[in-house]
């Protein structure tokens, strides 16, 4: 089992910045995918950004050029650098952990971006 404890959330105004983090603990191999999705009101949760232990990344189209994902694989620690936040950036944001077929989530911190 893996656990994922995230902070950094908060509320911005649009243009501002914020760093989220998620430390994993637990049975963690070094082969996995850690990473972040959100989710807004009425909407399903969607892919923010993703990275492997070997440092391979993939970024939703909306955030490509503002958002920056890296990872301390020492800490078992993955971090999330939001920049130019805007309003639709308004949304929960969950830790993920992928290890084959297994998956664990964060428990979620909210971002709400004020025009």
């Known amino acids: 089992q893996v656990q994922l404890v995230e902070s950094g959330g908060g509320l911005v105004q649009a243009g501002g910045s914020l760093r989220l983090s998620c430390a994993a603990s637990?049975?963690?191999?070094?082969?996995?995918?850690m990473g972040w999705y959100r989710q807004s009101p009425g909407k399903q949760r969607e892919l923010v950004a993703t990275?492997?232990?070997?440092?391979?990344?993939d970024y939703a189209d909306a955030v490509k050029g503002r958002f920056t994902i890296s990872r301390d694989n020492a800490k078992n620690t993955v971090y999330l650098q939001m920049n130019s936040l805007k309003p639709e950036d308004t949304a929960v944001y969950y830790c993920?952990?992928?290890?084959?077929?297994?998956?664990?989530w964060g428990q979620g911190t909210q971002v709400t971006v004020s025009s």
């Open positions: 990275m492997t232990n070997g440092g391979l990344t």
């Open positions: 637990g049975t963690i191999f070094s082969i996995n995918i």
């Open positions: 993920n952990f992928q290890r084959s077929a297994y998956r664990a």
